[in-house]
Structures are given as C-alpha cells and as structure tokens.
C-alpha cells in the first residue's frame, strides 16, 4: 500500500511524534522521582496540541476519502489512523495525569516494574508507528502489544488487590496505585490498536 505524500499521513506523523514525546517525558519523570515545572507545562500543551491536531486530520481525511474514493485496505487504513489519532491523544493525556500525581506529591518513588513498563510501551509504540507509517502492517506483531497490556492489567490488579488487605496506606502506595491506574488505562488504548491490526 502507498500512502506516502497524502496530507493526513503527515498530520499522523505530527500526532504520533507529540504522543511519543510525552511518554518520553514521563518515562525520565518516573526515573528521576520528580518533575519540573517546565516538563508538567510541556505535557499540558501536548495535549493541547494533539487536540488542534486532531481535529485537522479528521479533515483532512474526510477530504483525502471525498477525493480519492478509497475501497478495500485503503480505506480501512484511513480508520485505522483516525482510531490512532485519539488512542494516542488519550496516551498523551495520561502522560499528563500521571505528570500531575506526581507534581501534587513532590519527591516519589514508583516501583522499577512500573517504569519498565513505560519504557516497553514507549518501544513498541515507536514501532507500531514507524511500520503503520510506512504502511508495512504486515509486519507488526499486535500479540506482542496485548501481551503487555495483559501484563499492565495484571500488576494494577495485583497492586488492588495488595492494598485491600491493607488497613492503612503509606504515601508509596498511594502513588503507585494511581500510578499504574494511568498506565493499565495507556496499555488499554495500545490494546484497541493491536486489536485493530489483526482485523487487517
């Protein structure tokens, strides 16, 4: 499939790179235990900007279909980054959800699996996006992205599970368990596009 040189794709590329960036962002957030002013600012407009983004592809797209009249695949593929458009969006925001936790709480500590996760996702994001991009979707493994997502989902009920036999939580468990709420909730959208890929 040739999708090189249409608009939308550019728009595409221009929302990855925003969602990518902040989960770059919150990644080193996570190593370091704390997060600066300007990095918090920095995933606000993100998300700001993904929106404005957004709204343009849809566009754009809707234009590039009324055009080109695509059937089969390549229509198909049109869905497909309009569903990436807002599952990264979404991704973005939590970055920022998890920016602002940490910003209320100051100095934290989040568990090593937790950043492991992040940077895992961060990796097969980047290339889910190199290979939607290029249009070899062929050679993307979705199972690789749901099994992640199914290891997410179980920490953050692990996590759940700990803190009800808890009576008392400590400031450590509070942070992790919203925590991971946010990345369970970024491995979900990474699970609605793997699962869109095997439709292909």
């Not at 404005?52 to 695949?73: C, D, H, K, S």
């Not at 198909?76 to 970055?95: E, F, P, S, V």
Request: aromatic share 10%; net charge negative; hydrophobic share 40%.
């Amino acid at each position: 499939m040739d999708y090189e040189g249409k608009p939308a794709l550019r728009l595409m590329d221009a929302i990855t790179k925003e969602a990518l960036a902040a989960l770059s962002t919150i990644l080193q957030v996570v190593r370091r235990g704390w997060i600066s002013e300007v990095e918090f600012q920095t995933l606000y407009d993100l998300t700001v900007r993904q929106n404005i983004l957004r709204e343009e592809l849809y566009t754009q797209v809707f234009e590039e279909i009324a055009r080109y009249r695509p059937v089969g695949n390549a229509l198909w593929y049109y869905t497909l980054i309009l569903d990436m458009a807002y599952d990264y969006y979404r991704i973005a925001r939590y970055c920022w959800e998890i920016g602002r936790v940490i910003k209320v709480f100051g100095r934290v500590e989040v568990g090593g699996d937790v950043e492991k996760m992040i940077s895992e996702m961060l990796n097969e994001l980047s290339d889910f996006t190199r290979k939607v991009l290029s249009g070899r979707l062929e050679l993307i493994d979705a199972n690789k992205l749901l099994e992640l997502e199914e290891r997410g989902d179980e920490r953050y009920l692990t996590t759940l599970k700990e803190l009800a036999e808890k009576d008392r939580f400590t400031k450590d468990d509070v942070i992790n368990v919203l925590v991971l709420r946010h990345v369970e909730r970024m491995l979900d959208h990474m699970e609605y596009l793997a699962r869109k890929i095997k439709t292909f």
